[in-house]
């Protein structure tokens, strides 16, 4: 992710550009975000591309193709310009690795993860191929990993399985060597079994971290090895062998298709779901991505290139408001979208405002016992006074961050307490103020706010109850009013 430079336009369309994402053999892409607040990938083409007329009308077709697939595990084209001087293209952005730079940097994944990944993605070649589409480059830089599942992206060389010969170029060979299957590779019609045996190879890389016809060779060589040489899945065996063994088949009607594929990785996916699926360093990294984004604005970029034209063909507004987006106005006069991931889950972590606990909080108060608490129904009882610390856990998705609370004295009405959240995975800490509202003889309510403007962190005020637990031994802290609404609570320990 890049600074945007002089010669990057500032908005495209309706879009305000933030970021720049990459760059291809079709253009530019962008990270951008609409009026209404939500984030997106901006694909610009290039000028020299943009006056092919032959490449306009395969854009136009492959365009209108991905904005039929909408499935759970896809990302979905929220808008596009086909006919204005620079053609464009924007989808749902996601807050995520690629499932190259995932297993490069952090190894293989496994087992169980590996049947979940094939088995959701096989349920989205299954909706794809529904609508009499084909993918025709599923590899590891086109699946995204989220907290809940992976996204297959980028559709620019899907092809309806009908498409006319002439928007082909003699010769021409749509996908990634490697991945692609033997007809592609043959420059044959490509149908449904082609993205399968894409995929098998997609599941051989992430299991071993190695994809199965080599790397670091030339084109040409990857093409013949596809073409005439069996797979090495050195590092795979049992169930997953078999099943990847299938897919790479080297007739496509020996191929399972993605229902059958699917049925037969669910078994392996089941040790794992959709909150718990990626392993925990990567799980991590997934999350402080989501972070980073909700703080990142475009204030400052050096960016001085014009705007590109508004959207000529717009895709119906409720998609900008679709279930999984949410937007809000943290300071005025800036907004900052809060782009959930798992219904919610991009909120997680660093967000103070979503304080769900399900983990320890070691005791470090050196006044008093638990055991002695006293209570005269306005007065904070000695057994809470000092500081509390420790590292807390989102309930929804395992994001860890250190917590601290200190409470001093004071009654029913005033501020009593102050805390801290400090997430894990970026510099963001939030600060709180206590205000006691009520106490009971184990028990004691407060009601959390903000300590002054801070980037990063919630708007809504949190009711937190904390109370003794039976031995003594620590308190339970439950949260209600947070921003995922999940009334979340956890044994808060002592060390």
Known sequence: MELLTADDPLTIGDHRLLRRLGAGGMGRVYLGRTAG?????????????ADDPEFRARF????????????????????ADTEGPRPWVATGYIAGPSLGAAVHTGGPLPTASVHALGAWLAEALEQVHALGLVHRDV??????????????????????????????????????????????????????AGDIFSLGALLAFAATGTAPFGEGVSAAVLLYRVLHEEPELRGLD???????????AKDPDRRPTPA?????????????????????????????????????????????GPAMPAVADRVPTALDGGPDAVTRVVTP???????????????LGALYGALAVSGKLPWQSDRGSAQDARTDGKTLPDAFLGTWKGTITTKVVPLPSTFTATFTAGKVGEDVGRTSNASAFSSTVCRGVLTLVTVEA????????LDGPQSGCGVVSEKQTYTVLDNGAGLRLTVTGAQLGSDPEGDLLKQ
């Open 37 to 49: 607040g939500r984030t997106v990938a901006v694909k610009a083409v290039r000028p020299e591309l």
């Open 139 to 192: 590899k590891p830089s086109n699946v995204l990993l989220t907290l809940d599942g992976p996204r297959l992206i980028d559709f620019g060389v899907a092809r309806a399985l009908d498409a006319a010969a002439s928007l082909t170029h003699s010769g021409y060979v749509v996908g990634s060597p490697g991945f692609m299957s033997p007809e592609q590779a043959a420059g044959s019609p490509v149908g449904p």
């Open 333 to 347: 006069g800036r907004r900052r979208v809060w782009a959930a991931v798992a219904a919610g889950a991009v909120l």
């Open 60 to 79: 136009r077709q492959e365009v209108a193709a991905a904005r039929r697939v909408g499935g759970r595990w896809t990302a979905p084209v929220l808008d």
């Open 260 to 304: 059958e594929l699917r049925a037969r990785l669910a078994p392996g996916a089941a040790a794992v779901g959709p909150e718990t699926w990626l392993p925990g360093p990567l799980a991590a990294a997934v999350g402080r991505a989501a972070v980073e984004l909700l703080d990142l604005e475009a204030d400052g970029a050096p960016g001085g």
């Open 442 to 449: 184990r028990t004691i309510t407060l009601q959390e706010r």
């Open 238 to 248: 049992g169930e997953l062998r078999e099943i990847v063994t299938a897919c790479l």
